[in-house]
């Protein structure tokens, strides 16, 4: 007979909340949404409170909307969460030639959902590829990017600057337990807690009917992975980075497994000298997950 892990998204977040010492009287309103983009294809996003959204944040390759759940509680702003294509409860890429990590498909599919869940948006937050999918937006949709936020990342990143990362994501598309799931993700995230990879893992990962468990994303994997080797060449967008004329903060993560370097944030000064970057000295290249009230902080500050 097979164990079942029984899993519902909204119940967690007390533990989030325990966690990083906030108050937690109630639980918080949210609920699930899914906006259609065309093609017969949606995406899925968490819509927190009931007012008028003010916040879109996108989460990194191999993650999901859950990512954010801590940062959303701190912040306690109406905001809407989004599954990029093939990642949570989204559906997988449209037909473009770089699946997952295409900048500009995935950029044309969040404008989508964003005119539609999120309009009056102050900012958009963009962690990893989210941040990569942010710099596009404001190509692609530049009327739905009042603020931009860049979580760890800029066009600068590689496969080898994101080789602990794409080490971790390359690996078994499935696992016979819920135990091995945690214990592999447990040895590539030391500086997290389990409880809160456990977390991960049931907003990130599906039981099968025989008991084995696979990641949501590796439904869609395209070739070497979701981020990193294999990738396309994201230097292309300093152009774009170049071009942008709303206010940007680049939020770097300083410990082991960043992918912004001194040289990614000197070219980021260069090309937008009055953009702002603020160093999360306990982080790595999730700083959601390692300093999430600090970032909320940092957010939260910028968009007011």
Same mark, same amino acid.
């Given at each position: 007979?097979?164990?079942?892990?029984?899993?519902?998204?909204?119940?967690?977040?007390?533990?989030?909340?325990?966690?990083?010492?906030?108050?937690?009287?109630?639980?918080?309103?949210?609920?699930?949404?899914?906006?259609?983009?065309?093609?017969?294809?949606?995406?899925?996003?968490?819509?927190?409170?009931?007012?008028?959204?003010?916040?879109?944040?996108?989460?990194?390759?191999?993650?999901?909307?859950?990512?954010?759940?801590?940062?959303?509680?701190?912040?306690?702003?109406?905001?809407?969460?989004?599954?990029?294509?093939?990642?949570?409860?989204?559906?997988?890429?449209?037909?473009?030639?770089?699946?997952?990590?295409?900048?500009?498909?995935? $950029? +044309?599919? %969040? @404008?989508?959902?964003?005119? #539609?869940?999120?309009?009056?948006? =102050?900012?958009?937050?963009?962690?990893?590829?989210?941040?990569?999918?942010?710099?596009?937006?404001?190509?692609?949709?530049?009327?739905?990017?009042?603020?931009?936020?860049?979580?760890?990342?800029?066009?600068?990143?590689?496969?080898?600057?994101?080789?602990?990362?794409?080490?971790?994501?390359?690996?078994?598309?499935?696992?016979?337990?819920?135990?091995?799931?945690? $214990? +592999?993700? %447990? @040895?590539?995230?030391?500086? #997290?807690?389990?409880?809160?990879? =456990?977390?991960?893992?049931?907003?990130?990962?599906?039981?099968?009917?025989?008991?084995?468990?696979?990641?949501?994303?590796?439904?869609?994997?395209?070739?070497?992975?979701?981020?990193?080797?294999?990738?396309?060449?994201?230097?292309?967008?300093?152009?774009?980075?170049?071009?942008?004329?709303?206010?940007?903060?680049?939020?770097?993560?300083?410990?082991?497994?960043?992918?912004?370097?001194? @040289?990614?944030?000197?070219?980021?000064?260069?090309?937008?000298?009055?953009?702002?970057?603020?160093?999360?000295?306990?982080?790595?290249?999730?700083?959601?997950?390692?300093?999430?009230?600090?970032?909320?902080?940092?957010?939260?500050?910028?968009?007011?």
């Amino acid at each position: 007979m097979v164990d079942r892990i029984e899993y519902d998204e909204f119940a967690l977040f007390s533990e989030n909340a325990a966690e990083h010492g906030l108050p937690y009287d109630r639980p918080p309103v949210v609920r699930r949404e899914f906006a259609d983009i065309g093609g017969g294809r949606r995406l899925s996003a968490l819509v927190w409170g009931t007012g008028e959204p003010e916040l879109v944040l996108l989460h990194g390759g191999a993650q999901n909307a859950h990512t954010w759940d801590t940062v959303a509680l701190a912040l306690d702003r109406p905001l809407v969460a989004v599954d990029l294509p093939g990642h949570g409860h989204s559906d997988g890429p449209g037909a473009q030639p770089d699946g997952q990590l295409s900048a500009f498909g995935n $950029a +044309r599919d %969040v @404008a989508a959902a964003v005119r #539609r869940l999120a309009p009056a948006a =102050r900012g958009v937050v963009g962690m990893s590829m989210g941040g990569i999918t942010t710099i596009a937006l404001t190509e692609v949709a530049p009327e739905v990017v009042r603020r931009a936020v860049l979580v760890d990342v800029t066009p600068g990143v590689t496969g080898a600057k994101a080789k602990q990362i794409t080490d971790f994501v390359n690996g078994p598309e499935s696992f016979p337990s819920f135990d091995e799931i945690l $214990a +592999r993700t %447990v @040895a590539f995230n030391p500086t #997290r807690s389990e409880a809160s990879l =456990r977390r991960g893992i049931l907003h990130n990962a599906v039981q099968q009917p025989d008991g084995s468990w696979v990641w949501r994303y590796a439904r869609w994997r395209v070739g070497g992975g979701v981020e990193g080797q294999g990738a396309p060449d994201y230097g292309v967008l300093w152009d774009l980075v170049s071009q942008i004329r709303v206010p940007l903060l680049l939020c770097r993560g300083m410990l082991s497994g960043s992918v912004v370097d001194d @040289a990614d944030e000197a070219e980021l000064r260069r090309r937008l000298p009055e953009a702002r970057v603020e160093h999360f000295e306990s982080a790595g290249h999730s700083i959601q997950g390692d300093m999430p009230l600090e970032l909320a902080r940092a957010i939260d500050e910028f968009v007011a």
